[in-house]
């Protein structure tokens, strides 16, 4: 499967964000201030840097790897983890633009003197045990770009505070405990990559979807049922991701999907999608791996899915299909990776009883008659 990452962590890559967000840090500057001096740090953003760090030091419960046994002294730019860059309207001044704590395995929480450093590109705290909610003061980070708290032990609902970040373009909240709602207004923020996955989220997918100007979008895993909106198709100029597995959703994958011309990955697996499949999606020339797997999708699967350039994974076992037109039948004859498991194919292995097969043909579906929320 494709994958979407950044995983940038380098002194010059925090130096690019800097200078791309230039032209709010003066803005920034007052939004958090300290009055409090640090003895030997004339440099008044590391003055408050070293309070920052020194505060989330305290709450910080298990460090199995040592990440934070450096972090003593007035020095903030040797400590481990943190990145420095020269600050853009003066470049003799250092600023701390960087933190990656990826896989520290650290335990503790998120204090509010993290709220003084606002100076920050980006946030990387993936595969660590960090836990409660974010702090409200995460919203003076009005330089940050990239937020990356994925597979930590936050709880709570979806953290709203993320939606006051003006320069963040890359999300990445999967594998915690968030629950209920998703926002609406994080489809109108100007994000590349959006992952929820792995939570605990619930409701329906906003109707504003496609709102959104995101590349990759990532909601598998979660509770949110309903359909997906048609709105979908408002992401058709930036979408290449869209992963849906396991998020039970239901009712009939609407033809605004074929819309999004730039897509290759389209996971809808594990829900209660039923119905045909769009003939729409016919028209995804990018299109790379296809997994409809695990839903109650029923009719024919149409040759010109099977004939896209592109594709080269296409999954649509345990649904109902009755039939595969021209070339659908074997598709390792393309050398693609296909399984058409547990469907109702005649002549074919491994399908499903008569008895299961005419239960769904006895209540077709009409999904030209189907409206979501219907």
């Not at 968030?178 to 590349?192: A, C, I, R, T």
């Not at 939570?199 to 979660?222: E, H, K, Y």
């Not at 649509?316 to 296909?338: A, D, M, P, R």
């Amino acid at each position: 499967m494709a994958s979407f990452s950044f995983p940038i962590t380098t002194t010059a890559f925090v130096i690019l964000l800097l200078s791309l967000t230039s032209n709010v840090f003066n803005n920034s500057a007052a939004k958090h201030s300290h009055s409090s001096s640090v003895k030997g740090i004339k440099n008044p953003r590391l003055q408050k840097a070293y309070i920052a760090l020194q505060a989330w030091k305290r709450v910080i419960y298990s460090d199995p790897n040592n990440f934070t046994s450096t972090w003593v002294g007035p020095s903030v730019c040797n400590y481990t983890g943190i990145y420095c860059a020269p600050f853009p309207n003066n470049t003799k001044l250092q600023v701390v633009a960087g933190i990656d704590l990826n896989h520290a395995d650290i335990a503790g929480f998120l204090p509010e003197e993290l709220g003084l450093l606002n100076d920050l590109a980006l946030l990387h705290l993936n595969s660590n045990r960090f836990c409660g909610i974010l702090p409200l003061s995460l919203s003076n980070l009005t330089l940050l770009h990239e937020l990356d708290l994925s597979n930590n032990r936050f709880v709570g609902p979806f953290p709203n505070v993320v939606l006051s970040l003006p320069s963040l373009k890359y999300l990445d909240l999967r594998y915690n405990e968030f629950e209920g709602p998703l926002p609406p207004p994080l489809f109108s923020k100007d994000l590349d990559a959006i992952f929820v996955n792995n939570n605990r989220l619930t409701n329906v997918i906003p109707s504003n979807l496609g709102s959104s100007s995101a590349s990759v979008v990532v909601f598998a895993n979660n509770y949110f049922g309903g359909c997906l909106p048609p709105s979908i198709a408002n992401f058709a100029n930036t979408l290449e991701e869209l992963l849906l597995t396991n998020t039970s959703l239901s009712g009939c994958l609407p033809p605004e999907v074929g819309f999004l011309y730039k897509l290759k990955v389209l996971d809808v697996s594990n829900n209660k999608l039923a119905g045909t499949i769009p003939y729409t999606i016919a028209g995804l020339a990018h299109l790379e791996l296809l997994n409809l797997a695990h839903n109650m999708f029923s009719g024919t699967v149409p040759e010109g899915i099977c004939v896209l350039p592109k594709l080269s994974n296409f999954t649509f076992s345990y649904n109902y299909f009755c039939e595969e037109q021209g070339i659908c039948s074997n598709l390792t004859s393309k050398g693609i990776v296909y399984d058409d498991r547990r469907n109702c194919l005649p002549e074919k292995p491994l399908q499903r009883s008569k008895k299961e097969c005419d239960a769904v043909d006895e209540h077709p579906i009409d999904c030209l008659a189907f409206h979501c929320g219907t």
